[in-house]
């Protein structure tokens, strides 16, 4: 699955997830049964009485023949913990003590607007401290402490 606009690197989250074994983390949210090369369980998505939920192993994917749910552990942490897409990432790597790399996004407007901030803050930070009323100010901020 191709994830867009990601601020984690797609190369790596697509190696974490041919890595790590989706059952790991499915089996300690729901009560499965293995049969045959496959892992059922009651669906978490939908009321059932029947197992229709699916998990491959070998496919590292998970599937509900009842709602129609398919995806892999991303899709189903999304779903299962009511989360968005870099919290499921947070939770994966806590949970298989992994570490996905986020990208670093540099350009020069990006130099330029650091170098102005950095320039301004430095003016507003001298401007504090040699005010005329810096008693004033003083006080104010150690009453903030």
Do not use: R, W
Not at 49 to 63: R, T
Not at 77 to 82: A, D, G, Q, S, V
Not at 112 to 132: A, D, F, T, V
Request: charged letters at 20%; one cysteine or more; proline letters at 1%.
């Amino acid at each position: 699955m191709i994830y867009k606009n990601s601020l984690y690197n797609i190369n790596d989250i697509n190696y974490i997830l041919e890595k790590i074994n989706i059952l790991d983390y499915i089996k300690k949210k729901l009560y499965i049964k293995k049969i045959g090369n496959n892992f059922f369980a009651l669906c978490p998505f939908h009321n059932e009485k029947h197992p229709s939920f699916i998990i491959s192993e070998k496919l590292n994917k998970y599937y509900c023949f009842g709602c129609k749910t398919y995806g892999n552990i991303i899709n189903f942490i999304i779903y299962y913990e009511k989360t968005n897409f870099y919290n499921a990432i947070k939770i994966i790597e806590q949970f298989y003590n992994v570490n996905i790399n986020k990208k670093i996004y540099i350009n020069d407007n990006n130099i330029i607007l650091y170098k102005y901030n950095y320039i301004i803050s430095k003016i507003y930070n001298n401007n504090l401290i040699n005010n005329i009323n810096n008693i004033i100010i003083n006080n104010f901020l150690n009453l903030k402490k």
